[in-house]
């Protein structure tokens, strides 16, 4: 078997949006001064579908969303050329031919997204032309079903966010995480609205259910050195991303800070990248995407790492290309789930793309045996709602 082809398509979608509300979580840009820019203009209402075809007709579906028009560039000029005409079971070599040949300008970022959706695509492949799904590839099922935590909870108000963790606990969740509004340009008013929204779930879901925190980089150190001992009394299963990626000091100290675990890794690539992290204790929770850490040759081995440093993997985002590393290791005890909604910031796009992505049943997915690959196909529902450039 050999790859006949490399296609890489950005689907634009053009249908309804809704417009996010101003402080619905902090970022990055929240520390400068360009109130033009919140998180409210926070977007990515685009997704780049890779596929790679065999010459015996087997066609394997990846994927990138981080600059998808720039991903799907890189894949046509760069990645595609390294791989076509090999044999998709070469995997690892693959993965290491696009990794050294992109490094001079890849390394980390958008080069490392475009090769995890050529990656993923390939594994994909690999599962179909064996009949076998990819988690089964990768070491098999390690868990009869997948934990999942329901990830929305934007800051709006307060009384909507009860009345969305309620629904969610009435549909069997025993996990949630929210987002916080505010950061260092809010002010102590930002500090007691920031807990006033954490007392407010806390209030609907109890402690006898886990509640995560998302900062999305929108703090700083001194602003999270501030926030986190505020924060012990509400027992948070972790706090993610309080500032930016590449500030790995700051992460570390504050995950020596309180009984509090610092979680990131969804801005963190490659086998290194993470290396790093978990060398210098900056996280207690690890949040790779698979789709922008180097794919699932990466992700794999980014789980054996953590498996030894005896630290959770709990991918970004959920999705079927991490589920199935999910599935398959006993260092990710748990997924992250966003049920379909509307489309707002982008990430709901790739229910609207694909087909084949388990519904959570009480808190728990599951995965098919007998769905060979990712158990992906495209779907054909929303088509007329994308433009497509090829
Ligand atoms: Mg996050």
Redesign the pocket.
Same mark, same amino acid.
């Given at each position: 078997m050999k790859i006949k082809s490399v296609r890489a398509r950005v689907f634009q979608w053009k249908g309804k949006t809704v417009p996010p509300q101003g402080n619905f979580c902090s970022n990055a840009m929240d520390l400068l001064y360009a109130p033009q820019e919140t998180m409210s203009t926070f977007r990515f209402h685009s997704w780049t579908v890779v596929e790679v075809e065999t010459d015996d007709g087997i066609v394997g579906l990846g994927n990138v969303a981080l600059a998808p028009q720039v991903a799907k560039l890189i894949v046509d000029q760069y990645l595609a050329p390294l791989v076509t005409g090999q044999d998709p079971w070469d995997y690892e070599y693959l993965s290491q031919r696009m990794y050294r040949a992109t490094h001079a300008w890849g390394r980390k970022g958008i080069g490392m997204a475009a090769i995890s959706a050529v990656d993923i695509a390939i594994w994909d492949v690999l599962g179909k032309s064996v009949g076998k799904p990819v988690f089964k590839l990768l070491g098999g099922r390690t868990k009869e079903r997948i934990p999942c935590y329901y990830?929305k909870l934007y800051r709006t108000d307060l009384k909507e966010m009860q009345a969305e963790a309620q629904r969610y606990l009435d549909q069997g969740f025993r996990a949630f995480?929210m987002r916080f509004g505010y950061g260092p340009a809010n002010g102590q008013q930002g500090v007691v609205e920031n807990l006033k929204s954490v007392e407010a779930i806390r209030e609907v879901i109890g402690y006898d259910n886990d509640l995560m925190l %998302?900062c999305?980089m929108g703090w700083n150190l001194e602003y999270a050195k501030r926030m986190l001992p505020k924060l012990e009394k509400y027992q948070p299963r972790w706090l %993610?991303?309080p500032v930016i990626a590449d500030d790995i000091d700051g992460y570390a100290e504050l995950n020596r800070l309180t009984s509090i675990p610092i979680?990131?890794g %969804?801005h963190e690539f490659t086998l290194y990248g993470f290396k790093q992290l978990l060398d210098r204790k900056a996280v207690s929770v690890v949040?790779y995407d698979t789709n922008r850490v180097g794919g699932i040759t990466m992700a794999h081995k980014i789980n054996a790492l953590c498996e030894a440093y005896s630290v959770p993997v709990i991918p970004?985002?959920g999705q079927m290309h991490n589920y199935h590393l999910t599935m398959s290791t006993l260092a990710s005890p748990m997924s992250?789930y966003f049920p379909m909604f509307d489309v707002e910031v982008g990430n709901e796009l790739f229910y609207y793309i694909f087909d084949g992505e388990p519904v959570a049943e009480n808190g728990f997915l599951q995965l098919r045996d007998d769905a060979p690959g990712l158990g992906l196909t495209l779907k054909t529902e929303f088509l007329d709602q994308f433009d497509i450039v090829e």
């Open positions: 990830s995480k %998302e999305y %993610e991303e979680s990131g %969804e949040q970004h985002a992250e």
